[in-house]
């Protein structure tokens, strides 16, 4: 298989040439040959190139630089609209606003982006996911005029790499891959699956820039905190509901 | 880039050789390398090879053929408990029991699903998502002795194609993609846009087989009615919360 599998990076710095028109055609062609549930395609892909509309974007995204600097910005949305439209308009009553149907439109939707990722780094192309999508798809959805029955669920910005930074650091196969069964984890697999990482000098730069004294306070006390996860939980649910997937 | 995101289609009927070994192996390393918020890496992967757990797992997928004929059923899932227990073990307070943290790593397994479905393609492999890991979550729970932190989100099954099938239709581009803000769909659009998709032949006979007057009303009336998605809504939310994620 293709090497661009194995030898990947997240792209954060991109050329100022544009994306040709007809290669953008191609990977959003590439993406909606994904698999799909029920064949029903319940999801949408917001293409942004306009500089006025990025900016009006960044903030949702906490301004990361990438948003204004990648020619391509795509924002990714579960997406019960166009298909319950179609419904109504056939005599038939469509039974999507529930929590189920949101999962169904999500997954559309995240598999459709990550088979546009793999064709856009076939081709060169650099990418990176945005996670601020889930965090402020409020002001996500007043940006891009998104009806009901449309959640973001994943932006991607997409364009030439300026900047090719070393790989980062993967755990062993061993902690993602369970044979059969889930084989759960004693405290001394643990040790073992993040000793490298732990090791790292990246990661002791990110200790001590910190004042922390384990990478896991990085990630517990920095970079995703609890207070942060539980009012980004809130609004994101708040947004499902308004979007009408949680009337059942 | 590669001609199989043009081609491909799902793959229902598999021969009966294995997946080498080596193969398999490439494609989960593929995988793993996948974007993950963070580098978190906060999502498992259950391979299933053996005979006797498939027999236990088909009954969650409501005994479609594909989970016994195929040689390797993958079972991705959302999963904190590795992070959570490095975490704790690592004097640092994991903050990861809510709906945020449940998207973060059901988004994790989704895009590292789908690039080992894109790398198997690519392999000559044949693929096949199953919506019921969403559908019953609980039983898959059960038989693969998932912990708490850990929800099932997608199930894929892969081997040799034995048949391959006419490729499905798509909806026109348009269908999917708006570009700077979202373009809202008049009875006109939709009209034009799912003119090709009932006119087909293969429409016209899922519409008299099922006593139906619309296309439309096969999806609502009996593939995915709504109060079986109601029903599985409130199933897989119970999952959810059970396994820790909707504490807060």
Known sequence: MNSTYFNRRTIRKYESRDIDENLLDRLLTAGTRTSTTGNMQVYSIIVTRDREMKRMLAPAHFNQPMVMEAPVVLTFCADFNRFNKWCRQRQADPGYDNFLSFMTAAIDALLAAQTICNAAEEEGLGICYLGTATYNADKIIEVLD??????????????????????????????????ERYRDFTPGMIDDLYREKEARSDSQQFISENNKTTLAQVFTDVRYKKGDNEYFSAKYLEVIRNQGFLSH
């Open 146 to 179: 998104l009806p009901k029955g449309v959640v973001p669920v994943a932006t991607v910005t997409l364009g030439w790499p300026a900047v090719i930074p070393d790989q980062p650091d993967r755990l062993p196969l061993e902690a993602v891959v369970h044979y």
